[in-house]
């Protein structure tokens, strides 16, 4: 396992540590809650990574999907017979 | 100290805990069960538990309206009955024990394991959403997740929660919910990528080959 890990960065020049630092860090940088100085430190290992910049916008593309998923609403007459079984179940207590 | 909370009170609270049962219940109900039902679909991922979820996190809040004090807001408040009574149900029904997720299994091992092998470049993330597939996979993906992880993702990310507001529903400091969160995201996105998802002009297709 270590040895394919290795093998995918060895030709981008820097070492498996550096990649795993800015892994730690992905949520809080596309959440804008890192300091300038460590979000400058990231960017510019994406730079020099293709990898980690690939990863990166896989993360943000999950993240843009999460927020877009909709699910369906409760229908009228759903949330009517909800609303009486509720009233039931209260009044039988 | 004491006159600032007797202030903040009364503005905070939109429920009254006293008078005609029916009538609080109702407006609980109406002002509520359109958030508290979304957010149930997205934890439970199914129609009827989601309903069921629906209707213990109601009855749960009129019987704790006397012990709602206020300090926090109603919806916050109903978010954190749910999130209680959805980790309950799901204990309950698989009996699964509480599972961490570690950093470390998130870091990707060969150059394919970096990126989303999905249909979305170029496309808005609603427009990726129209792919049936890629909405299927994204659902499991969460539904798949260990329930305290999920809870986090869903509260966040799905419902816009802020983190502060989700630590207080989950009753963990920001910085559990961070870790958690990014846990989540991670989760999720090795599952979107472990998966190929046909292009959104072709999903009966892809759904065939699947």
Redesign the interface.
């Known amino acids: ?1 270590s040895t ?2 290795t093998s ?1 960065h060895s030709h981008h020049g820097h070492s498996k540590a550096q ?2 630092k800015v ?2 860090r ?3 940088y596309l959440d804008d ?1 890192l300091s300038v100085s460590i979000c400058k430190e990231i960017r510019k290992h994406m730079g020099a990574c293709p ?2 910049e ?2 990166v ?3 943000r ?9 909709d ?4 229908s009228p007459a ?2 009517a017979r ?2 009486r ?3 039931r ?2 009044r039988s ?1 | 100290m004491k006159n600032r909370r007797r202030s903040r009170q009364p503005s905070a609270r939109s429920v009254p805990a006293e008078g005609d049962g029916a009538v609080v219940f109702d407006r609980l109900y109406r002002d509520h069960v359109d958030r508290i039902y979304r957010f149930a679909q997205r934890l439970c991922g199914q129609v009827e538990d989601a309903q069921d979820l629906v209707q213990d996190t109601f009855l749960n809040a009129y019987r704790g309206l006397e012990g709602f004090r206020g300090d926090a807001q109603v919806s916050t408040w109903l978010y954190r009955i749910a999130a209680r009574a959805c980790l309950r149900l799901r204990r309950k029904r698989k009996g699964e024990p509480a599972r961490e997720l570690s950093l470390d299994e998130f870091i990707p091992t060969s150059e394919g394991e970096f990126r989303l092998q999905l249909p979305t470049d170029g496309l808005s993330p609603e427009e990726a959403l129209e792919n049936k597939e890629l909405k299927r996979a994204l659902h499991q993906a969460i539904q798949k997740l260990p329930n305290k992880y999920r809870v986090v993702l869903v509260l966040r990310d799905m419902e816009g929660l802020t983190a502060k507001e989700v630590g207080t529903i989950m009753g963990l400091n920001e910085r559990a919910v961070k870790s958690r969160l990014h846990r989540a995201r991670l989760f999720v996105r090795r599952e979107l990528s472990a998966r190929g998802i046909g292009e959104p002009s072709r999903p009966s297709k892809a759904i065939q080959q699947g």
Request: include cysteine; hydrophobic fraction near 50%; proline fraction near 2%.
């Open positions: 396992m394919r890990m995918a990649c795993i892994l730690r992905l949520s809080a809650e990898n980690c690939v990863f916008t896989s993360l593309q999950t993240i843009s999907l999460c927020r877009c998923a699910v369906p609403s409760l759903a949330k909800l609303r079984e509720i009233l179940a209260i207590h």
